[in-house]
């Protein structure tokens, strides 16, 4: 599983013109769905999210995480993020999970994280053509993955 994350003072996902997904600030989550991803990548990834510090405290320093600032997610769904470019110049997704298997590890991996935050993942519709816009913070943008251990 791959996540790119962006520190963000505000974004929203839109489809076909219409706003489907906003937040201030928080972080818009990127995620890739491997085929081997399992509950375990996606409680992983969830609790590092969930945990990782970085935003600032009182002395500007990156000690806080999302719940500690009041924070919202936006979680977007990225097959790209599986690309392979290591021959030609055309990508392969290969390595990313099929669409059906992708979709339910997406969801289930949204329903751990709003349950750790308890509050609400907004999301983007899965394999829609999306406008994602967003106001990034730092800028901080990290990127993460997990693997079967």
Not at 22 to 47: S, Y
Not at 58 to 82: A, R
Not at 89 to 105: L, V
């Amino acid at each position: 599983m791959r996540v790119t994350l962006q520190r963000v003072k505000s974004a929203n996902v839109s489809v076909a013109g219409a706003v489907i997904g906003q937040i201030q600030r928080g972080l818009v989550l990127f995620v890739g769905i491997a085929p081997t991803d399992t509950a375990a990548e996606f409680t992983k990834m969830a609790n590092k999210i969930a945990k990782l510090r970085i935003f600032e405290d009182d002395q500007e320093k990156m000690n806080l995480n999302v719940q500690q600032v009041g924070g919202q997610i936006l979680s977007i769904s990225q097959f790209t993020l599986y690309a392979d470019t290591r021959k030609g110049n055309r990508p392969s997704f290969t390595a990313a999970a099929k669409p059906d298997q992708a979709e339910a590890g997406y969801l289930a991996f949204n329903f751990i994280l709003a349950s750790l935050l308890a509050q609400p993942v907004r999301t983007g519709k899965f394999g829609a053509d999306m406008t994602v816009m967003a106001v990034n913070d730092g800028p901080v943008t990290i990127n993460l993955e997990v693997s079967h251990d």
